[in-house]
T-cell receptor, first 115, second 111 residues
Framework: DGGITQSPKYLFRKEGQNVTLSCEQN?????MYWYRQDPGQGLRLIYY???????QKGDIAEGYSVSREKKESFPLTVTSAQKNPTAFYLC??????????????FGPGTRLTVL | DAKTTQPPSMDCAEGRAANLPCNHS???????VYWYRQIHSQGPQYIIH???NNETNEMASLIITEDRKSSTLILPHATLRDTAVYYC????????????FGSGTQLTVLP
């Protein structure tokens, strides 16, 4: 089955520790995105990547880092510099090609709780 | 991206059609109307999108008015599993642009 996988579904970490969230897609999509969602809030973009080895900051990139070494993978590291890391993290991907609509498809999400 | 307005909540009886409205009076000619839904504690799920013609897929139908200032998402036979927050989004295509979700409509399907 094609799709986007995120692991783990739930993650607990102690304050001050870095943590990496996994996102993998087998849809052959060009672009990948990381969003953060807080309770009762909309989505806020953290980082996005249109091609391998390239990525851009979103609205709330401070305290986060990403890499895009492979087309199908876009891991997100939540560093100790992120002041309020407890949130629901969503990964998405989309095709990017001239003339095509870039419908974004989402993974199931990872709920991170920092204790 | 154009702003959208949706009712905060709606109820629908199981088995009946759910009609979810969305106003987007400032939509421009090259902006698409997208619908997503999010079931509690899950990732958003893409439902359907359209530019000006009505669209139908296995999940739903999208009816866009002729002036494109409003649209309606129709779930033809709502089930309890359709209970979710439904988001109407208007956006340009063809670039890696973030999705901006408004407050959406909480649809509750009642048994």
């Amino acid at each position: 089955d094609g799709g986007i996988t995120q692991s783990p579904k739930y993650l607990f970490r102690k304050e001050g520790q870095n943590v990496t969230l996994s996102c993998e897609q087998n849809l052959n999509h060009d672009a990948m995105y990381w969003y953060r969602q807080d309770p009762g809030q909309g989505l806020r973009l953290i980082y996005y990547s249109q091609i391998v080895n390239d990525f851009q900051k979103g609205d709330i990139a401070e305290g986060y880092s990403v890499s895009r070494e492979k087309k199908e993978s876009f891991p997100l590291t939540v560093t100790s510099a992120q002041k309020n890391p407890t949130a629901f993290y969503l990964c998405a991907s989309s095709i990017l090609a001239g003339g095509f609509t870039d419908t974004q498809y989402f993974g199931p999400g990872t709920r991170l709780t920092v204790l | 991206d154009a702003k959208t307005t949706q009712p905060p909540s709606m109820d629908c009886a199981e088995g009946r059609a759910a009609n979810l409205p969305c106003n987007h009076s400032t939509i421009s000619g090259n902006e698409y109307v997208y619908w997503y839904r999010q079931i509690h504690s899950q990732g958003p799920q893409y439902i359907i999108h359209g530019l000006k013609n009505n669209e139908t897929n296995e999940m739903a139908s999208l009816i866009i008015t002729e002036d494109r200032k409003s649209s309606t998402l129709i779930l033809p036979h709502a089930t309890l599993r359709d209970t979710a927050v439904y988001y109407c989004i208007v956006r340009l295509s063809g670039s890696a642009r973030q999705l901006t979700f408004g407050s959406g409509t909480q649809l509750t399907v009642l048994p």
